[in-house]
């Protein structure tokens, strides 16, 4: 069974390439053994990170339970929790967005300021957002 979950949370110690790097590097190295693909969508300014995950239910929860636990963060907080019959996400075993690079635009589309700030955007909304960018350009990588 198929599921697709959704939370954001708020970097303890900001959000740099190299901080960004070193979640990728773990997430890269692990997702692809455990059928995990996803998102991740970081705000450089506001420190707040966005995550779609996508996979088994089992491998899901447990890798969800990992995330609320890393210190590397705080505020985690659930959006959305579905079960999926197919993958939006596919492509990516974890793609990497950083709003920096983001046109305004793309967020004014679904948020009420250009800031992101997730906490207070419905769940499709945020999921729109997310698979927005995955479609278009933005996204910085696939593996
Ligand atoms: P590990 O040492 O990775 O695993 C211990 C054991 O559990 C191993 O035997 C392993 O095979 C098994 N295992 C691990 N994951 C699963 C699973 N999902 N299902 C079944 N068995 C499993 N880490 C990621 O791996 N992927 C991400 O997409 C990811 N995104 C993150 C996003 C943010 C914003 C942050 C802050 C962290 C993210 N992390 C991600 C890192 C995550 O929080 C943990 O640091 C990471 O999962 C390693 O945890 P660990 O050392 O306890 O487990």
């Given at each position: 069974m198929l599921v697709r979950l959704l939370y954001a949370s708020r970097a303890t110690g900001g959000i740099d390439n190299e901080s960004i790097e070193a979640i990728l590097g773990q997430s890269r190295a692990s997702n692809p053994a455990h059928g995990i693909t996803g998102i991740l969508c970081a705000d450089v300014r506001s420190g707040v990170f966005m995550q779609t995950l996508e996979g088994g239910r089992t491998a899901i929860n447990r890798l969800y339970a990992n995330i609320v636990g890393?210190?590397?963060?705080?505020?985690?907080?659930?959006l959305d929790y579905a079960v999926i019959?197919?993958?939006?996400?596919?492509?990516?075993h974890m793609g990497s967005i950083a709003i920096d690079r983001l046109n305004a635009g793309n967020i004014l589309r679904y948020s009420?300021?250009?800031?992101?700030d997730p906490y207070s955007m419905s769940a499709a909304a945020a999921q729109a957002f997310l698979l927005e960018l995955a479609r278009g350009a933005a996204v910085a990588s696939r593996d």
């Open positions: 890393d210190p590397r963060h705080t505020d985690v907080t659930l019959d197919e993958r939006a996400f596919g492509a990516w009420e300021t250009t800031t992101l």
